[in-house]
């Protein structure tokens, strides 16, 4: 069982940054590749970044390229998205997500285990 702890989430002015954290208590954490989905309310939930194993590739969705960026530190078992250039739109619940035994994925059903979020809320 994989435990995913989201924080860094808050209420930042448009043009801000924030960068959220994402904790895994698993032993074996270089063996998941991790990703980042968002929800805002009344829409489905959404792919924003995702990386390897290694961290030696990411990919992300194009409304955040450029502006978002997702990192990985095996040591620290901690996944990083670092988000800049906020907007309005960009408010919405963060999710981590973990897969055990694939590679990196944009659909959520691919990824076996989920945090509990950390809500972004940017103001104009």
């Known amino acids: 069982q994989v435990q995913l702890v989201e924080s860094g989430g808050g209420l930042v002015q448009a043009g801000g940054s924030l960068r959220l954290s994402c904790a895994a208590s698993v032993r074996t954490f270089s063996t998941y590749a991790m990703g980042w989905f968002r929800q805002a309310p009344g829409k489905e939930r959404e792919f924003v970044a995702a990386?390897?194993?290694?961290?030696?590739?990411?990919y992300y969705a194009d409304s955040v390229k450029g502006r978002f960026t997702i990192s990985r530190d095996n040591a620290k078992n901690t996944v990083y998205l670092q988000i800049n250039s906020l907007k309005p739109e960009d408010t919405a619940v963060y999710y981590c997500a973990a897969r055990s035994g694939g590679t990196y994925s944009s659909v959520p059903r691919l990824y076996d285990y989920w945090g509990q979020g950390t809500q972004v809320t940017v103001s104009s």
């Open positions: 990386i390897s194993r290694n961290g030696g590739s990411t």
